[in-house]
């Protein structure tokens, strides 16, 4: 047992059992732990892999070596685990139980925490929050900002380069129309052309989110957010739009067969794993792909896994004449999130993983940083090229499972699935939508 | 969950008689039928062994092969690595604690329950029978409200006494028949002889029960070694950590941390087996005797 | 451990062993001590961690509430409503049912003629029984990692490792296993008889060992067969047996969460939910605790209903009122 459980342990053996119970009322103590001015500070994150995990710890221990007295406990956890359990059950407790640092995700998400009263308000680090500019608007509620993303990019389509070669696309295409030809010449070349992870809903969800803001306005996009009234017509005509494409060609065309248990990524026969084996070509998926795709690849080292020379990435093509605007882009991050009773000394700590040195050694990592001026870290030409991307792009939309929160992405998500590989009609969305959003 | 009644031991019916010396012409169909129900039932677990011994290229050539080459690799990479070990140890230590606990608690609430007159006897015995209707599904949500409240959250008191509590039901409605049969001449005579009747719990009904507590005990136990749910929702939500897992959730965790690996989760898998596969099999009587007792033949 | 129908109600809490009424007396004193102090702990083990949660449990299905902050927001009956309506917890339950059911049309009989077949005087009797039980002690989770990595499959460059069995002997085109919405519960079905065929195997050759002897006698003496023996007297007798195995399987069957949260996670398009993965999903998953715990109570009544029920057209002879506490004596 670690350090914490031996602790609530005790806390509970004083508080007695029955009492506890009876009463509901919380057993840990509240506020972090203090003896003699020393200071231990709790940090969660998902870097489960490397070189993150190893990253932080590095980055911890500078802090610790600069601040006598403070010791920084750092945990890393599997995304949807901290995301929906961990993290939650922690802040629910309270007191000691609640990480002092950890990660929030944008909008929809962070706002029940906010709500809640768990997050403390970071407006005051002004320098941290300008030093983001733009990418911090998706953790700021009412005006105030709770969350400081370190992390942040657009979505777009990793491609197999000599496999395109080999079926003869030679230009990346950047219309829907060229798309369509580039798919037809890859299934003729005998690989599947776009991999996809519907067994874990998501990865299919986000060709829907990219129709949805090709399809509609900017303000409508925004009203629908704000509101979470998904009657807009547009989001319906996103939906046809999708099932058109898609019923454009033969077969589980454009995508691999057995879509729907096909996981997303991490195991051999994921999306993302498809795509390292190189029988699949396509795949649309965040910033984070290039390291999942890396340690996939068939004979990968399992130590620092070197991404394969022939993955490159292109932004998504756009339709000829939709109503969405032109450039808009889907992305979203990661952010640090301080819990309301945690220490002062998190903010110090923050302020260090935000510093511009902190940040352009994370991008050295192969990753995508916020801080303006960390993008010179980055060595990847492809990913070079998606923080070009991201900074060039009109309108970036945050995930819409993000932005909606976890009921309606749930709910949207699965009818999206539905859509496309179900018998599922582009109506059913929305109407999913408002139903979920009146569950809230 | 399971509704089990148990036998007092002084009624326990003779071995039947087998008949004796006569061969069936249907023998060697009987076999047949009983090789084939077992490569059924044990094929998947070979596989699972063998694989373990594939390295991952030869295992995606072909999935359905033997190893080309053998490889220790993978065994030896999880035996060499201490988060299976703490798994082990978190599986020994939270299966000891709900065995003992829920045998100590059983044994002492079911003695109660058939050895004294009191108003209220029958009640008490519902109240726990009616356990029975309550798996850890139903109540798994508020529990873990309940042992966030408490502290209890995320360590291994958390699962053990939740365990020990839902284990509970079968255990008394095991023990309570096995506690009566014992003659009260016995319990007469140690009073005779100047023990207290919790002297005479101790020194005499204890040990004239150990069948039944036996059996209660490896129930409990394989109940708590393979648990999932509530290690699921106590331990992991808890946020515990990889070394305070048990080992279906390390099991689980590592398949989704290292799933690029896949004869190696195969053999943390085949290892993950082992230990139940042997020690089970093993007590394979008393778990059937436990779930038979329910079988009145 | 057999036990006859002569024991009696085994189950109810019975009389307590006669004693003379003097030392009765002189028990009374310190009697209500002794109580206490033994059933203390248990009860109240119990009653917090087992009761208390579904206690809650319906207390929160009448809220909207998300598992963080206050539990004020009252909504009446409109979790239940929503989940009533909902086309995916109609399938859940179907799913419940359809395991169900299968498990008692196929399960039982097949266990029972293998019992019937192995209940004889065998070489490495002992051997073939244990190695029978070796699914049902393997935990769900290997058991369920064991079976996805088995069947998963993605055609036409990567067949999973029974596709490729299955091809080497001829079927050259297996049904997808885990991706088609209309196989996938056979699947499922599948694996859970490979879990629990063995136990129940187990069962039914422990009840078998029950049947005495001289039917067996008495009805070769008649000139019965093989068949004709085992049809009119061997089965029969094995009622009890039979029924238990069957509650055991039904219980077991309406809880069902492990095996296929592991193996499918309810997919896919959610054609394998069963009610207790349709809880976690739609209630701990997205914290709304208080529609998950709506959920729990709707299981709770149906177990409820189903065990009543079948304890009373059913199980009656034999369990003796375990369910309602012995009440009926």
């Keep these: 047992m670690n350090r914490r459980s031996t602790r609530l342990v005790a806390l509970t053996a004083a508080a007695g059992l029955a009492v506890a119970a009876l009463s509901g009322c919380a057993t840990g103590s509240s506020g972090p732990e203090e003896t003699g001015g020393d200071v231990t500070l709790t940090w969660w994150h998902n870097g489960t892999g490397e070189p993150l995990k190893s990253f932080w710890e590095e980055v911890g221990a500078e802090f610790?070596?600069?601040?006598?007295?403070?010791?920084?406990?750092?945990?890393a956890f599997q995304n949807e685990d901290l995301q929906r359990t961990l993290i939650p059950n922690a802040l629910q407790s309270g007191g000691?139980?609640?990480?002092?640092?950890?990660?929030?995700?944008?909008?929809?998400?962070?706002?029940?925490?906010?709500?809640?009263?768990?997050?403390k308000d970071l407006s005051g680090l002004t320098d941290v929050v300008e030093s983001v500019g733009g990418a911090g608007t998706g953790w700021n509620v009412d005006g105030k900002q709770y969350g400081i993303p370190f992390r942040f990019g657009i979505e777009g389509i990793w491609y197999n380069s000599d496999l395109f070669e080999?079926?003869?696309?030679?230009?990346?295409?950047?219309?829907?129309?060229?798309?369509?030809?580039?798919?037809?010449?890859?299934?003729?070349?005998?690989?599947?052309?776009?991999?996809?992870?519907?067994?874990?809903?998501?990865?299919?969800?986000?060709?829907?989110?990219?129709?949805?803001?090709?399809?509609?306005?900017?303000?409508?996009?925004?009203?629908?957010?704000?509101?979470?009234?998904?009657?807009?017509?547009?989001?319906?005509?996103?939906?046809?739009?999708?099932?058109?494409?898609?019923?454009?060609?033969?077969?589980?065309?454009?995508?691999?067969?057995?879509?729907?248990?096909?996981?997303?990524?991490?195991?051999?026969?994921?999306?993302?794993?498809?795509?390292?084996?190189?029988?699949?070509?396509?795949?649309?998926?965040?910033?984070?792909?290039?390291?999942?795709?890396?340690?996939?690849v068939p004979g990968a080292p399992a130590e620092d896994p070197p991404a394969p020379e022939w993955l490159s990435w292109m932004p998504v093509p756009d339709i000829e004449g939709a109503a969405g605007e032109p450039?808009?882009?889907?992305?979203?991050?990661?952010?640090?999130?301080?819990?309301?009773?945690?220490?002062?000394?998190?903010?110090?700590?923050?302020?260090?993983?935000?510093?511009?040195?902190?940040?352009?050694?994370?991008?050295?990592?192969?990753?995508?940083?916020?801080?303006?001026?960390?993008?010179?870290?980055?060595?990847?030409?492809?990913?070079?090229?998606?923080?070009?991307?991201?900074?060039?792009?009109?309108?970036?939309?945050?995930?819409?499972?993000?932005?909606?929160?976890?009921?309606?992405?749930?709910?949207?998500?699965?009818?999206?699935?539905n859509l496309m590989f179900g018998n599922g009609t582009p109506e059913q969305i929305p109407e999913a939508m408002n139903a979920a959003a009146a569950t809230l | 969950m399971t509704v089990t009644t148990a036998t007092p031991p002084a009624s326990r019916a003779p071995a039947p008689r087998r008949r004796a010396g006569r061969i069936d012409w249907s023998q060697p169909v009987v076999y047949v039928v009983a090789l084939a129900v077992v490569a059924v039932a044990i094929g998947p677990v070979i596989y699972v062994f063998i694989s373990g011994f594939r390295t991952n290229p030869d295992f995606f050539t072909d999935p359905a092969g033997l190893p080309n080459p053998w490889t220790v690799e993978n065994y030896a990479r999880v035996l060499g690595d201490s988060s299976f070990w703490n798994q082990v140890l978190a599986s020994t230590v939270t299966a000891l604690g709900t065995t003992l606990g829920v045998m100590l608690l059983g044994v002492m609430a079911a003695f109660v329950i058939a050895r004294y007159e009191f108003r209220g006897r029958g009640f008490l015995y519902a109240l726990f029978t009616t356990g029975l209707l309550f798996p850890l599904t139903i109540s798994i949500l508020p529990l873990t409200v309940l042992l966030r409240q408490m502290g209890l959250f995320g360590n291994w008191w958390g699962l053990i006494i939740p365990q020990v509590a839902f284990a509970l039901p079968l255990t008394i409605i095991i023990l309570t028949p096995f506690l009566r049969?014992?003659?009260?001449?016995?319990?007469?005579?140690?009073?005779?002889?100047?023990?207290?009747?919790?002297?005479?719990?101790?020194?005499?009904?204890?040990?004239?029960?150990?069948?039944?507590?036996?059996?209660?005990?490896?129930?409990?136990?394989?109940?708590?070694?393979?648990?999932?749910?509530?290690?699921?929702?106590?331990?992991?939500?808890?946020?515990?950590?990889?070394?305070?897992?048990?080992?279906?959730?390390?099991?689980?965790?590592?398949?989704?941390?290292?799933?690029?690996?896949?004869?190696?989760?195969?053999?943390?898998?085949?290892?993950?087996m082992l230990p139940a596969i042997l020690f089970f099999t093993l007590a394979e009587r008393r778990i059937v005797g436990g779930l038979q007792g329910a079988v009145k033949g | 451990m057999t036990a006859t129908e002569t024991t009696g109600p085994a189950v109810s809490a019975g009389p307590a062993p006669a004693r003379g009424t003097k030392r009765r007396n002189r028990a009374r004193a310190g009697q209500r001590r002794e109580i206490a102090l033994f059933v203390t702990p248990a009860v109240l083990v119990y009653v917090v961690f087992v009761l208390l949660p579904v206690v809650l449990a319906a207390y929160y299905s009448f809220f909207n509430w998300n598992g963080l902050g206050p539990v004020d927001r009252f909504i009446g009956l409109d979790n239940y409503v929503r989940l009533l309506t909902d086309p995916v917890f109609h399938t859940a339950v179907y799913n419940n049912f359809f395991i169900i059911v299968l498990s008692l049309l196929i399960q039982g009989p097949i266990a029972i003629l293998v019992a019937l077949l192995m209940n004889r005087r065998l070489r490495?009797?002992?051997?073939?029984?244990?190695?029978?039980?070796?699914?049902?002690?393997?935990?769900?989770?290997?058991?369920?990692?064991?079976?996805?990595?088995?069947?998963?499959?993605?055609?036409?460059?990567?067949?999973?490792?029974?596709?490729?069995?299955?091809?080497?002997?001829?079927?050259?085109d297996p049904p997808a296993w885990l991706a088609d919405p209309n196989v996938v519960m056979w699947t499922m079905f599948g694996i859970l008889t490979w879990k629990y065929l063995g136990l129940a195997i187990i069962l039914m050759l422990a009840g078998l060992a029950g049947v005495p002897e001289e039917l067996y006698e008495a009805a070769s003496l008649d000139g019965a067969g093989w068949w004709k023996t085992q049809w009119y007297i061997t089965v029969p007798l094995l009622g009890p047996t039979i029924r238990i195995w069957a509650f055991l399987s039904i219980i077991g069957s309406l809880q069902l969460f492990d095996m296929v949260w592991i193996v499918t996670g309810g997919g896919p398009l959610n054609a394998s939910n069963t009610m207790a993965v349709y809880m976690v999903k739609y209630g701990l998953n997205v914290s709304q605790i208080g529609f998950g715990s709506a959920v729990a109570v709707v299981l709770f009544f149906i177990s409820l209903f189903i065990a009543l029920g079948y304890q009373r057209f059913a199980l009656r002879r034999d369990l003796e009122g375990s369910l309602t506490g012995g009440k009926r004596k």
């Design chain 1, 327 to 417: 450039g808009a882009a889907l992305g979203s991050g990661d952010a640090w999130g301080v819990y309301a009773d945690a220490p002062d000394e998190t903010l110090e700590l923050l302020e260090y993983i935000m510093s511009e040195d902190v940040q352009t050694r994370f991008a050295a990592t192969g990753e995508i940083p916020t801080v303006a001026g960390a993008e010179a870290g980055i060595t990847d030409p492809v990913l070079k090229q998606i923080a070009e991307g991201t900074v060039n792009a009109s309108l970036v939309v945050t995930w819409l499972d993000t932005q909606y929160g976890p009921v309606i992405g749930q709910a949207m998500n699965e009818a999206i699935v």
């Design chain 2, 181 to 272: 049969a014992i003659p009260v001449e016995l319990e007469d005579a140690a009073l005779v002889d100047g023990a207290s009747r919790v002297g005479f719990f101790w020194r005499i009904l204890l040990p004239l029960s150990m069948p039944g507590l036996m059996t209660v005990g490896v129930l409990a136990f394989v109940g708590s070694w393979n648990a999932y749910l509530l290690p699921l929702f106590v331990l992991q939500a808890g946020g515990a950590g990889i070394d305070n897992y048990t080992l279906p959730l390390g099991v689980q965790f590592y398949s989704t941390a290292y799933g690029q690996d896949t004869t190696g989760v195969l053999a943390y898998t085949a290892l993950a």
């Design chain 1, 96 to 119: 000691d139980a609640a990480p002092d640092l950890f990660m929030v995700w944008a909008e929809g998400e962070i706002k029940a925490q906010v709500e809640a009263g768990y997050l």
């Design chain 3, 124 to 172: 490495f009797r002992g051997l073939l029984r244990a190695l029978i039980f070796v699914p049902y002690v393997l935990s769900e989770v290997t058991a369920g990692l064991a079976w996805q990595i088995l069947l998963q499959s993605v055609p036409p460059t990567r067949w999973g490792p029974v596709d490729t069995m299955l091809q080497a002997i001829g079927i050259q």
């Design chain 1, 166 to 296: 080999k079926a003869g696309v030679t230009e990346t295409p950047a219309t829907f129309d060229e798309f369509g030809e580039a798919i037809g010449k890859l299934a003729d070349s005998g690989v599947a052309p776009i991999g996809v992870g519907a067994g874990d809903g998501w990865p299919a969800a986000h060709w829907w989110y990219q129709f949805a803001i090709k399809t509609c306005s900017g303000d409508s996009l925004k009203k629908a957010a704000e509101t979470l009234d998904f009657s807009d017509p547009c989001f319906v005509e996103a939906g046809k739009n999708l099932k058109t494409w898609m019923d454009g060609f033969d077969g589980d065309l454009p995508f691999q067969s057995n879509p729907t248990s096909t996981p997303a990524q991490s195991v051999p026969n994921s999306a993302a794993g498809l795509l390292a084996a190189q029988t699949t070509s396509m795949e649309l998926m965040g910033t984070w792909h290039r390291g999942e795709v890396a340690k996939l």
């Design chain 1, 64 to 75: 610790e070596a600069d601040h006598p007295g403070v010791t920084v406990e750092i945990e």
